[in-house]
């Protein structure tokens, strides 16, 4: 008895009765149909969350925050608490061979831009000149915000690509001319184009921001004019961040880091501190997160799979009931008990197997509508297809065996008799 | 009682080579070791030689179900030999029963019992299937019993396009095909009116007569039990009755 036979007896069995068969595969199409899904979703949120992480400079990346203590004296912040400049550079010169660069966001303002009487809304980042590092980009023509530009507060500014051609025609056109921003607020200031970088924008970031025009719009000058502007401190940061140099154990030198701010500058802070979180601690957690929803819906996938099987063993054993006379004629005809046995759970290993196709198929397909809507898209992983087949075999035998073996014990003269 | 043949019977006995059919005081008991322990064969011993078309004769209730069971190899005696072929059935294991029925049984039952959804030529094969048998040389031999029960025609049709009749030739058919040692036929015109009846009867006549087949025919149908070489009545579990081969001058008789 082939397994050729076993397997077209099988598909003849189902054909028989369609919408059965089809209602005891759903639970399968259900089961591995979400398994599938929820891996296929969940390389795609990885995925997405690697852009996000490497536009922020990737592993590299080290913030720094200023925090409450565990037992603070007062719980809110003042001006003496803030991390300074003097600081920074002394952090900076204290680490020569981990520090690459400091890179420094102070915020950004809302504004509108006047080209030759036509407005348009532009943001404006007080940034460092390490911040190009975090904002993955180059810088097509020109050249970054210098230390220099932030030393002596110059009025410079890096436009895109796309606002220089549709400003002056040309990136390198851009390069020396001037645009008049007026600042939310009413500060109207004039600012030289000094570098226009390349504008790009990934997955699921033009998910975020919705409209790529609108978001275009980043005008970044240096921190240290927009907070004179402002009329703050222009040299103190709740936060800051640097990238470290390649090679740099991130772990042990964010501890270093984090005891030097405190014991050198926080010692005498009753309720402050600084606080170091390094882009893989951040990854990490991320990736917990994303861990524990896989396999919170991993479970629930589990549960509908073994509903589906018990669906199976239950559709299984009304078939070898119905089809107990025919059992026993194969006996009489002189199957062996292990030939009906082979027969049932090829059966039930075929309800499965297409259930489990079925199942996989729908997966992608809805792991990638879930993709497209986040803005990315992800090739089903060849691993999880092959688990999925394989899980759905196992199901098969091991829910088919038990109804498989009643049959195959069945006695040939009583199942003969059976009416 | 049950077991005291077991030892001194593993020798064939000289005279069970010749017969395709030889029972020795079989015994068959239900609920063996419970108070409600039934015997339903009480010893019978009978031999049926190779080419003998013999009808087994029984009311309901005679034990002829039971009788037939055992010559079928789906059953074995609680206690006695039955040999078929020369080979001791009663010793043999589930596996062993599988086939001997497989190569040496061909089952005609009254119900037909064809499988469902399953083509006549597909169920011709399916002794052949289960025998190891190549599936061109299946298809081949399927062919051929076709022929013989002339339902060439009707190769491709499933079991609810035939009718009763034509239904019961294919089963014929198929019990004929692994070329087995003995057709056991359970009432096969019980459920045909007498005109497709008489057709059946007149295949194993001709199966008989033409290719030399071992024909046991079970049945409570005296008139149909008159064509036959031999008539073995069986009543309450013993024989009661045994003509001999009428035709052959008695040569399967005085064995009892």
């Given at each position: ?53 490497n536009s922020q400079g990737g592993s590299n ?23 300074t400049g003097e600081m920074i550079d002394a ?180 309720s402050m501190q600084v606080r170091c979180f ?142 | ?256």
């Amino acid at each position: 008895m082939g397994l050729f036979e076993n397997i077209s007896m099988a598909l003849a069995g189902l054909r028989a009765n369609k919408m059965r068969a089809f209602l005891t595969m759903l639970g399968i199409i259900i089961g591995i149909g979400s398994v599938i899904a929820i891996s296929t979703l969940g390389s795609i949120m990885e995925a997405s969350v690697m852009d996000i992480f490497n536009s922020q400079g990737g592993s590299n990346l080290m913030q720094f925050y200023v925090t409450m203590k565990s037992e603070p004296a007062r719980e809110y912040y003042l001006d003496e608490d803030l991390i300074t400049g003097e600081m920074i550079d002394a952090f900076e010169e204290r680490f020569p061979d981990e520090v690459e660069c400091v890179i420094i966001n102070n915020g950004s303002t809302g504004g509108t831009m006047n080209i030759r009487h036509k407005e348009y809304d532009v943001t404006v980042y007080a940034v460092s000149p390490g911040y190009i590092r975090q904002s993955m980009t180059t810088v097509e023509a020109g050249r970054y915000i210098s230390d220099r530009d932030c030393e002596e507060l110059r009025y410079t500014c890096v436009i895109s690509d796309k606002q220089a051609e549709k400003l002056f025609g040309s990136k390198r056109g851009a390069i020396g001319k001037r645009i008049t921003v007026t600042l939310t607020g009413g500060d109207m200031i004039d600012l030289t184009v000094v570098g226009v970088y390349k504008y790009q924008i990934s997955g699921i970031m033009s998910t975020m921001v919705g409209n790529i025009d609108d978001w275009n719009n980043e005008i970044y000058m240096p921190y240290t004019t927009m907070g004179r502007l402002q009329g703050a401190d222009t040299d103190t940061f709740f936060q800051f961040n640097i990238n470290t140099k390649t090679g740099t154990d991130a772990q042990k030198f964010a501890e270093k880091a984090e005891n030097y701010f405190n014991d050198t500058f926080y010692r005498d802070n009753d309720s402050m501190q600084v606080r170091c979180f390094t882009a893989e601690s951040q990854m990490a957690m991320i990736d917990e997160m994303l861990g524990i929803l896989q396999l919170a819906i991993s479970v629930i996938a589990g549960i509908s799979l073994l509903v589906g099987g018990i669906g199976v063993m239950n559709i299984m054993l009304v078939s070898v009931t119905e089809r107990t006379r025919e059992i026993g004629v194969r006996k009489a005809m002189g199957a062996p008990n292990s030939a009906i046995r082979t027969q049932f759970i090829v059966e039930s290993i075929i309800i499965c197997l297409i259930g489990g196709a079925v199942g996989i198929l729908t997966g992608i397909g809805m792991g990638n509508i879930a993709g497209l809507i986040v803005g990315t898209t992800a090739p089903p992983s060849l691993g999880s297809i092959l688990l999925a087949v394989g899980f759905s075999m196992a199901i098969g035998i091991f829910f088919g065996y038990y109804p498989a073996n009643r049959a195959a014990k069945l006695d040939p003269i009583e199942a003969l008799r059976y009416e | 009682m049950m077991k005291k043949n077991k030892s001194k019977s593993t020798p064939v006995p000289t005279d069970a080579a010749e017969y395709v059919i030889s029972a020795r005081n079989i015994v068959k008991s239900f609920y063996v070791g419970t108070p409600n322990e039934l015997e339903i064969l009480h010893g019978m011993t009978f031999n049926v030689p190779r080419g003998e078309f013999v009808s087994i004769v029984g009311q309901s209730g005679s034990g002829k179900s039971t009788l037939m069971n055992i010559i079928g190899a789906l059953d074995r005696p609680t206690s006695g030999e039955y040999f078929l072929d020369g080979v001791d059935v009663s010793k043999a294991n589930d596996k062993e029963l599988s086939q001997i029925r497989n190569k040496q049984i061909g089952f005609v039952f009254q119900t037909f019992n064809l499988i469902a959804r399953t083509s006549a030529l597909k169920n011709i094969e399916l002794p052949m299937l289960y025998g190891g048998i190549p599936a061109r040389e299946r298809r081949e031999r399927a062919k051929e019993l076709l022929e013989i029960v002339e339902m060439s025609e009707r190769a491709g049709h499933m079991p609810n396009e035939l009718s009763g009749g034509q239904k019961q030739r294919i089963a014929i058919a198929r019990a004929m095909a692994n070329d087995p040692a003995i057709i056991l036929a359970d009432e096969p015109t019980g459920a045909l009116d007498s005109k497709t009846g008489r057709l059946v009867m007149d295949l194993f006549h001709k199966l008989h007569r033409e290719q030399g087949k071992t024909i046991v025919l079970i049945t409570h149908n005296n008139e149909l039990a008159e064509e036959t070489d031999r008539i073995i009545t069986i009543s309450d579990g013993n024989i009661i009755g045994d003509t001999g081969n009428r035709r052959a001058g008695g040569d399967g008789s005085g064995t009892v």
